[in-house]
């Protein structure tokens, strides 16, 4: 029994066990106690941004130069095998050979398997990564919807990571993801379209006050990247943008807890029935002493 108790799973990972930290993360995203340990100060980083931006090789080049200073890197990447980026997955094993292995840890997150919410695995996930003493970690997550948000959003900092011809989409979207990126990297400046689309994304953001900062980059070739870390490293937190994240992460954990309380389906399955109004459907759902 003793075998398998966290306790030992810990000390395991600690000493670099792979399959043992696997297992801890495992045990954190299925909502399992690891016990409480002393979370050791990381930096966390959250990167979303749409399918194919160059997320993960960002990420992997970001690693690989971390590591070189000898940092150790944890990137979590929520569902990158999502029917839209097809083998990303794969994709991002294969690079990770090329990294320095014992530096830097690589984990995918399912959609499905954490209880109470995505982002509360993920977010139990950091925890452990976090009593590990892992100094940088990383979480990548597609797309721009809220529970995305939510989940860059576990992170202290986040980065938008944009491709060539976005320009007009991101200033639709303004209202969305600008206000909680810290920084918009604007990916694939080898190709065209590329320093257009930061242009005009810096002219979309240039009237609003405490604008994230917008940086062109090259995942593939490698340019921009020192520009792109020291900003990272120097990235101070925006009141507001601190407590945009805290709203929309607070919503999705309490979201989360209302969906899982056993009062919930019924209230739905009414409210699709159209038998009650929306309001009463509400009230039907039970808190539990007084909590959600
Ligand atoms: N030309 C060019 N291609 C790039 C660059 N960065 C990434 N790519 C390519 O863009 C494609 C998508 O890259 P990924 O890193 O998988 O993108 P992603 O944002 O992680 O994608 P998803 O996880 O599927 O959303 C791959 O074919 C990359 O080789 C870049 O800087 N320039
Ligand atoms: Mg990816």
Request: aromatic share 4%; net charge negative.
């Amino acid at each position: 029994m003793a075998m398998n108790s966290s306790k030992t799973l810990f000390d395991s990972a600690i000493e670099g066990d792979r399959r043992a930290l696997a297992k801890l993360l495992t045990i954190a995203e299925e909502g399992g106690s690891i016990g409480s340990y002393e979370q050791k100060p990381s930096w966390i980083l959250g990167i979303t941004g749409p399918p194919g931006a160059g997320k993960s090789t960002l990420i992997d080049r970001l690693a690989s130069n971390w590591s070189e200073k000898g940092e150790s890197i944890a990137i979590l990447a929520v569902d990158p095998s999502s029917p839209v980026s097809g083998g990303a997955l794969l994709g991002d094993r294969a690079r990770m050979v090329f990294s320095d292995p014992s530096k830097i840890y690589f984990r995918s997150v399912s959609s499905r398997g954490s209880s109470g919410g995505i982002s509360s695995g993920v977010r139990r996930m950091v925890e452990v990564l976090q009593s590990l003493g892992w100094d940088r970690i990383l979480i990548e997550t597609v797309g721009a919807g809220q529970g995305e948000f939510a989940i860059a959003s576990v992170a202290d900092r986040v980065m938008l990571v944009e491709g060539p011809d976005r320009g007009d989409i991101i200033q639709a979207e303004k209202a969305g993801i600008l206000e909680i990126a810290d920084i918009i990297a604007c990916n694939k400046s080898d190709l065209p379209g590329s320093l257009e689309s930061a242009n005009s994304i810096k002219e979309g953001l240039s009237f609003s006050e405490g604008a994230p900062e917008v940086v062109s980059v090259s995942a593939l070739k490698g340019s921009g990247l020192d520009d792109l870390m020291e900003r990272l490293d120097q990235i101070t937190p925006n009141p507001d943008r601190l407590l945009m994240r805290s709203a929309i992460l607070l919503d999705s954990i309490l979201a989360d807890r209302m969906r899982s309380r056993p009062s919930y389906e019924g209230a739905m399955r009414a409210m699709a029935s159209r038998t009650i109004k929306p309001d009463e459907a509400a009230d039907m759902v039970e808190f539990d002493n007084g909590r959600v």
